[in-house]
């Protein structure tokens, strides 16, 4: 099928209208009319070639939600109608250790929402478009409490903080938790922190978003990454730490403010090495781990998690004709904290 979408066409970092092919909805296959997709900072990443592997023309997106309009004859579990959301994966071998154990984020053959290749041969096309026709396998459920646009970047941030904080024991109450970077992921593992009985330190480079932060998102403290008085006054005072910076940094200084024993998860992606000196791991015993987005399982049990808990990401909308100024205001970390796509109108 003919469908309309935005593309970047090469690393400028913006995206034009672009009309392509995708599959016809097969017997496994969920067919999605796009409503809402959030704009994640690895949409950024992908457009500008940050990691050396893009493949242009790329449609960036994988914070969708939408409206199912046809479900293929194996598919059980979906009618048309329903609300459903697509995060970032659409295939993986689903007969390997991983895929059984239902940790197919790990599966070595995982094809990503965009920029990936399928094994019919065909590119990823995501969701800066207005239809998308994914296994069902990959389509989760939006429950009806939540509303689709502040929804959508639960496909993607929500999940790539739930599944590790989830990992190493971070959502049980009592403890401390460390979010480094207040973007699109960072304020929603605040908010899980939260929801979930921590006591929620904001490790930030912008001053400016100390007030929000305690107030908008009830962060219990606030420290100044860039102040070394303040980084000091904290040290061996978390139990975990999440690390959302998409930019070159160290994580020793991060390292310093975690108890012994502590564990760093690092979930972004920037595109030169980290430094990570090996003293403030040493004697600290600590821990640094990386994690890859979440499984199906997972990310059904975080958003039906949301819908209980009434958790949903702070947003900004924009039409389609403002998308480049969005990206561009990502670009230069002048968003709070979420901006989602409007791409089926006010349907929702
Ligand atoms: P974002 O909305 O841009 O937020 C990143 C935050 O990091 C900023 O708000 C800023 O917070 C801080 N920051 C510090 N130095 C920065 C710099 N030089 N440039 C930009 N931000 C800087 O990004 P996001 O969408 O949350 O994504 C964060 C990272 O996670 C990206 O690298 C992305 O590719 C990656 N990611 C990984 C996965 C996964 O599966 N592992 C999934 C999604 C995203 P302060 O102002 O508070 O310092
Ligand atoms: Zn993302």
Request: charged letters at 20%; proline letters at 4%.
């Amino acid at each position: 099928m003919e469908v309309a979408g935005w593309a970047a066409m090469d690393e400028s970092g913006k995206v034009e209208p672009f009309i392509f092919e995708r599959r016809e909805n097969g017997v496994d296959d969920v067919t999605i009319k796009v409503q809402y997709c959030g704009m994640c900072h690895t949409d950024l990443h992908f457009m500008k070639n940050d990691w050396g592997i893009t493949m242009y023309p790329v449609v960036p997106g994988h914070e969708v939600t939408g409206v199912v309009t046809e479900v293929g004859a194996n598919v059980s579990g979906f009618e048309v109608g329903d609300r459903v959301g697509v995060g970032c994966i659409v295939e993986a071998c689903l007969d390997c250790d991983l895929c059984h154990r239902s940790e197919e984020n790990y599966c070595d053959k995982i094809v990503l929402t965009y920029n990936g290749i399928l094994s019919d041969g065909s590119v990823t096309y995501g969701g800066y478009s207005e239809t998308l026709v994914v296994h069902s396998k990959f389509v989760a459920r939006i429950p009806d409490s939540l509303p689709l646009d502040a929804a959508a970047p639960l496909l993607c941030a929500g999940i790539t903080v739930f599944s590790p904080m989830k990992q190493h024991g971070m959502l049980q109450s009592g403890g401390s938790l460390g979010v480094v970077g207040l973007g699109g992921l960072g304020h929603i593992a605040v908010k899980f922190g939260k929801a979930f009985g921590l006591r929620v330190t904001v490790i930030s480079t912008s001053p400016a978003k100390e007030k929000e932060a305690r107030e908008g998102l009830k962060a219990d403290d606030f420290i100044v990454s860039t102040d070394q008085k303040q980084m000091q006054a904290k040290t061996r005072s978390l139990d975990h730490i999440i690390d959302t910076v998409p930019a070159k940094h160290s994580l020793g200084p991060l390292l310093d403010l975690l108890k012994v024993k502590g564990v760093l998860a690092l979930v972004a992606a920037p595109d030169q090495p980290i430094e990570l000196p090996s003293f403030p791991l040493i004697f600290g015993r600590r821990t640094v781990s990386g994690s890859i987005t979440g499984s199906m399982k997972e990310t059904q049990e975080m958003l039906d998690l949301c819908g209980e808990h009434n958790i949903t990401c702070d947003i900004e909308l924009v039409s389609s004709d403002g998308i480049n100024e969005a990206l561009a205001r990502l670009a230069r970390n002048d968003v709070r904290y979420r901006f989602v796509i409007d791409i089926g109108g006010d349907s929702n």
